[in-house]
């Protein structure tokens, strides 16, 4: 039986769970395994990962905080800045309404102007035209004088020039 | 003996795997002799250590895929002991972490082809349900002295039943570390000996041996669950048994 013992080692009699002999041998190394096994996580492992959790929640929170605030300060510059445009706005429309004015005045200044010298040009031309009309008058009237002088004398009808140049005159008038 | 062993051709011994042999020579096993006991549970604490601290040794904000794992781990672990025992007894997570990895690296590593698995022995599954009960019990009557015993008097019970009651519970409460260790253990030493039963026919059956090989294929995947599932019902019913010694309410 004990060389068969030897022999058949590593083979199975019933159940090796139920082989009463090892069992000190295992409970031991269990115990041993344990052991070891807790201190490595009590001692590092866990400690270890928990502080990693805990820093990873912490930077999370942190930079949501960062990005609450700097969302906040978007929303600000958002508003400064429409604020600054509604400001250049009627900035904008000031200086343009005030543009508009000065060209106005410009504008009547330079329609004013040009209303005196055209009427300084029309009273000019009028005086010319006046003076041209004149000229031609004296010269229709010298003309007629003369033409009725020398008709008259055609006519052999004598007569001074004076009473020549009243009859023209009266003639013209009429 | 001799005409068993030679007489058929069929060949199969389904519980050799589970024996425990000295890793050197083979003299008896005194309680200290290394033996594939203490091989393959020295390959669990190896494991565990690469598992939880060589893959955390950077203590990346932004986790490796191994941190991740081991995150992983903790969490679960963490999150089921505070769920089921409560806030009190997170006092016990690191010895709660330590069965469950101990449990789930030995179901996993007995699943190595050739392996030895630690867990399919009753002498260990044993030991741990025996410590479980033992820690409840005394951590029990010491947070809560003889209101401890309370937990077997069911007060909302009519006042007749209670004694029956009382009976029915206390021996429930004895009965845990039976159930909590040959739950365990008898899952993994069945498992492990259909594998080995089926691959004595894949050895016998020629080229019919396709059939018991998917077999083993398919069996393989639900050990694999059995592993997984038995680690996780080894750690909750031990969070459950917690929760009675540390926990405000009972039942």
């Given at each position: 039986?004990?060389?068969?013992?030897?022999?058949?080692?590593?083979?199975?009699?019933?159940?090796?769970?139920?082989?009463?002999?090892?069992?000190?041998?295992?409970?031991?190394?269990?115990?041993?395994?344990?052991?070891?096994?807790?201190?490595?996580?009590?001692?590092?492992?866990?400690?270890?990962?928990?502080?990693?959790?805990?820093?990873?929640?912490?930077?999370?929170?942190?930079?949501?905080?960062?990005?609450?605030?700097?969302?906040?300060?978007?929303?600000?510059?958002?508003?400064?800045?429409?604020?600054?445009?509604?400001?250049?706005?009627?900035?904008?429309?000031?200086?343009?309404?005030?543009?508009?004015?000065?060209?106005?005045?410009?504008?009547?200044?330079?329609?004013?102007?040009?209303?005196?010298?055209?009427?300084?040009?029309?009273?000019?031309?009028?005086?010319?035209?006046?003076?041209?009309?004149?000229?031609?008058?004296?010269?229709?009237?010298?003309?007629?004088?003369?033409?009725?002088?020398?008709?008259?004398?055609?006519?052999?009808?004598?007569?001074?020039?004076?009473?020549?140049?009243?009859?023209?005159?009266?003639?013209?008038?009429? | 003996?001799?005409?068993?062993?030679?007489?058929?051709?069929?060949?199969?011994?389904?519980?050799?795997?589970?024996?425990?042999?000295?890793?050197?020579?083979?003299?008896?096993?005194?309680?200290?002799?290394?033996?594939?006991?203490?091989?393959?549970?020295?390959?669990?604490?190896?494991?565990?250590?690469?598992?939880?601290?060589?893959?955390?040794?950077?203590?990346?904000?932004?986790?490796?895929?191994?941190?991740?794992?081991?995150?992983?781990?903790?969490?679960?672990?963490?999150?089921?002991v505070e769920d089921v025992a409560g806030h009190e007894g997170l006092k016990?997570f690191?010895?709660?972490?330590?069965?469950?990895?101990?449990?789930?690296?030995?179901?996993?590593?007995?699943?190595?082809?050739?392996?030895?698995?630690?867990?399919?022995?009753?002498?260990?599954?044993?030991?741990?349900?025996?410590?479980?009960?033992?820690?409840?019990?005394?951590?029990?009557?010491?947070?809560?002295?003889?209101?401890?015993?309370?937990?077997?008097?069911?007060?909302?019970?009519?006042?007749?039943?209670?004694?029956?009651?009382?009976?029915?519970?206390?021996?429930?409460?004895?009965?845990?570390?039976?159930?909590?260790?040959?739950?365990?253990?008898?899952?993994?030493?069945?498992?492990?000996?259909?594998?080995?039963?089926?691959?004595?026919?894949?050895?016998?059956?020629?080229?019919?041996?396709?059939?018991?090989?998917?077999?083993?294929?398919?069996?393989?995947?639900?050990?694999?669950?059995?592993?997984?599932?038995?680690?996780?019902?080894?750690?909750?019913?031990?969070?459950?048994?917690?929760r009675?010694?540390v926990g405000d309410?009972?039942?």
């Amino acid at each position: 039986m004990a060389t068969e013992a030897t022999a058949e080692a590593g083979k199975a009699v019933g159940m090796p769970q139920l082989d009463f002999s090892t069992w000190p041998n295992q409970i031991f190394w269990l115990l041993v395994t344990l052991v070891v096994i807790y201190f490595v996580l009590s001692r590092i492992a866990l400690p270890r990962i928990g502080a990693v959790l805990a820093d990873r929640k912490s930077t999370i929170t942190n930079d949501l905080a960062a990005a609450e605030e700097l969302k906040q300060k978007a929303v600000e510059a958002e508003k400064s800045y429409n604020e600054a445009l509604a400001n250049a706005r009627t900035e904008a429309a000031k200086i343009v309404a005030q543009a508009r004015a000065e060209i106005q005045k410009d504008l009547d200044a330079a329609t004013a102007k040009a209303d005196a010298e055209i009427a300084a040009k029309a009273a000019e031309s009028e005086k010319t035209i006046a003076e041209i009309r004149d000229g031609a008058a004296q010269a229709v009237s010298e003309v007629a004088r003369d033409v009725a002088a020398e008709l008259v004398a055609a006519l052999g009808v004598g007569a001074d020039a004076k009473t020549v140049t009243a009859a023209v005159a009266a003639r013209l008038k009429g | 003996m001799a005409t068993e062993e030679h007489g058929s051709g069929l060949q199969i011994h389904p519980m050799d795997q589970f024996v425990v042999k000295p890793l050197f020579g083979d003299g008896p096993i005194e309680w200290y002799t290394p033996t594939n006991v203490t091989l393959w549970m020295g390959i669990a604490v190896v494991a565990m250590i690469a598992l939880l601290v060589l893959s955390t040794r950077r203590r990346a904000i932004v986790p490796s895929r191994g941190q991740s794992v081991a995150e992983l781990f903790y969490g679960f672990i963490h999150k089921m002991v505070e769920d089921v025992a409560g806030h009190e007894g997170l006092k016990f997570f690191p010895y709660i972490m330590t069965l469950f990895m101990f449990v789930f690296l030995s179901n996993m590593l007995g699943l190595i082809p050739m392996s030895f698995t630690t867990t399919s022995h009753i002498a260990v599954t044993a030991v741990l349900a025996l410590l479980v009960f033992l820690t409840v019990t005394l951590v029990g009557l010491y947070r809560k002295g003889l209101g401890f015993l309370s937990m077997f008097w069911v007060s909302s019970a009519p006042l007749v039943l209670r004694p029956i009651l009382a009976v029915i519970e206390l021996i429930s409460y004895f009965v845990r570390p039976l159930s909590h260790s040959i739950r365990l253990g008898g899952n993994l030493m069945a498992g492990h000996a259909v594998i080995k039963v089926f691959a004595g026919f894949a050895g016998a059956m020629g080229i019919a041996s396709v059939v018991p090989i998917a077999a083993i294929a398919a069996i393989y995947g639900l050990e694999t669950l059995v592993a997984a599932v038995q680690a996780y019902v080894f750690t909750i019913l031990t969070c459950v048994y917690l929760r009675d010694a540390v926990g405000d309410a009972h039942h």
